[in-house]
């Protein structure tokens, strides 16, 4: 059958929809890291990385108009200064590259499970593709310049083991509790890393924005962000063989915001709802049940504050609603 001749499934609207918001708002960051940055190899990922975007963002905006459904305002020129001074030193830029990545490669693995139209399948199997290469490219430059902290490593097992005690949370908090296994080590240390990321982040945006009730939200943000890193490296230290360290970049000293306040919240509030799905998948398979109350504990303060940033968005007419079918209910009222 004609493709032509095939409707995009509301699943396949979503996607798209939501990947072209994405990028809209991810192209304007990489627009200004490439007005400033000096290193060559990195300036050579941000600027392989913006053409990619926006590449992905012609061809969504082309089957939006092949379908006459209407192309996402998103976010544009009018969202970003380039003529503003650097934010972000270089070394951020890079590291923006390798957590986007993180970010974005399960993004895609998962929008492949609900797609079925061939079209619009090889088109995020090829986003996959090239955020998989461009991830990789970003990591070995990261490894290059030591910037790349490793996880933690531990000495191999010599024997397969079954778990024979399940301590109670009081019992745990008591003080009954085992060290933590690979696989608590690996996400803790991924929260950990990810805030740290996204702490520079806040300290660029908190640093330029001139609006009292997103810089305050922003602040709440920072403090969520550096209580997150407390924690969870109190946790990973508790064995002396793991010791975990937040990423060693930096802000500058500008204070000419680059990026309008819309696209600075929007971004802080996109980051809060992939803080919440990373964390259910930490929930999901820690079996240390004091460590399971403090993943509950962390994302229940993570859904408030994405609240609060979403209800400012909506006070301010910036956020963009979905697509949505046809309400028949309206049909039905006399």
Known sequence: MNESNI????????????SYIEMTAAQCFYRHFNQYLQDTDIKAITEETLNMIEKQINTIELIFSNEKIP????????????????????????????????????YYANVLGKVSRQDIYSFFESCLHRETQLHKEALNLMLTKG?????PKMVYPENVEFVSHFPSLINTLLGDKRPLNTLEIGEVYGCIERNAIGLILLMGLIQVTKDKEIKD????????AEK?????????????????????????????????EKLMLFFICSSNQIAISTLGYALSITMRKDLAAQWSLIMAEIMGFGGDGIKILVE???????????DRNEFYKS
Do not use: C
């Not at 939200?217 to 969520?224: A, D, E, Q, V, W």
């Not at 930096?250 to 309008?260: D, H, L, M, Q």
């Open 71 to 106: 192309i996402p305002v998103g976010f544009s020129d009018k969202d970003v200064d380039l003529t503003a001074p650097a934010l972000y030193t270089d070394l951020f830029a890079l590291s923006f590259v390798y957590r986007s990545g993180q970010v974005v490669m399960p």
């Open 217 to 224: 939200y922003f602040l709440k943000g920072k403090k969520l």
């Open 228 to 260: 997150q890193i407390h924690t969870f490296n109190k946790l990973i230290r508790e064995n002396d063989n793991f010791i975990g360290f937040p990423l060693n970049l930096e802000v500058t000293n500008s204070t000419t915001s680059p990026f309008s």
């Open 316 to 326: 301010r007419g910036w956020m963009e609603k979905p697509p949505q079918p046809i």
């Open 147 to 151: 910037l790349m902290d490793r996880p």
């Open 7 to 18: 409707k995009l499934t509301t699943p396949e609207i979503a996607v798209l929809w939501s």
